[in-house]
């Protein structure tokens, strides 16, 4: 079955609903030049809110290993996605598995060396922008991820919908779909109908005779 992350979440009713909808990972987002970035204390109440097994997930762009720390104590992360070109010190440096964010434009698509990638905990393919860093909320052509192989379980990102995530996922094949602002009324705000009508579109995908790749490795 195709795993669901719901990212950019910032208030925690919505937490409980994406818990309550099935969702397998919770993302919150810390980066400084994003219009969902919470605070530790609001983390708090995000982790608080999560229900047990699902999967927090904070989101990096270049904040330092102290901010990282921080978050990961505050909202008690289970994993760590950067949203950058990633290193082998990266790697070191988290006490925490790493998803790898590869961006992918109509160049292809633009990763770490498979040495350090074959490290992580899995890899976030999302739509690579020039001068943009983090969540994009626009597609890029899947047909550049057809067939491509991953050292580690890939997560698919980058403009899904409720009308489009089925054809991703029948498309791709990815372990794990990914979306924020295609579930919301404005950034960080979820809209509950949004979100049922994604979950009902990965399990229509799932129950069409699809067989995904692995799952996406969670806790421990």
């Given at each position: 079955m195709t795993q669901v992350k719901i990212c950019g979440l910032t208030r925690p009713g919505d937490v409980e609903l994406a818990c309550v909808l099935g969702a397998d990972y919770v993302g919150f987002n810390f980066a400084a030049a994003s219009s969902r970035?919470?605070?530790?204390?609001?983390?708090?109440?995000?982790?608080?809110?999560?229900?047990?097994?699902?999967?927090?997930?904070?989101?990096?762009?270049?904040?330092?290993?102290?901010?990282?720390?921080?978050?990961?104590?505050?909202?008690?992360?289970?994993?760590?996605?950067?949203h950058r070109p990633l290193s082998a010190r990266d790697l070191r440096q988290s006490p925490l598995p790493v998803i790898a964010v590869v961006g992918v434009s109509q160049d292809g698509a633009d990763s770490a060396p498979t040495e350090v990638l074959a490290r992580c905990q899995s890899v976030l393919c999302d739509t690579a922008l020039p001068g943009r860093s983090g969540g994009?909320?626009?597609?890029?052509?899947?047909?550049?991820?057809?067939?491509?192989?991953?050292?580690?379980?890939?997560?698919?990102?980058?403009?899904?919908?409720?009308?489009?995530?089925?054809?991703?996922?029948?498309?791709?094949r990815p372990a794990a779909v990914d979306v924020a602002s295609g579930v919301e009324t404005s950034p960080g705000i979820k809209d509950e109908k949004k979100m049922r009508l994604f979950f009902e579109a990965v399990h229509r995908a799932d129950a069409s005779s699809f067989s995904p790749s692995s799952p996406v490795r969670g806790k421990g």
């Open positions: 970035r919470v605070s530790l204390d609001s983390a708090r109440d995000l982790a608080r809110a999560t229900r047990p097994g699902v999967v927090r997930v904070g989101v990096f762009v270049d904040e330092s290993v102290e901010e990282i720390l921080a978050a990961i104590a505050a909202a008690r992360l289970d994993l760590v996605q950067i994009t909320g626009t597609i890029f052509d899947w047909n550049l991820l057809v067939g491509r192989a991953w050292p580690v379980p890939m997560m698919l990102a980058g403009g899904l919908d409720p009308e489009n995530v089925g054809e991703a996922i029948a498309r791709v």
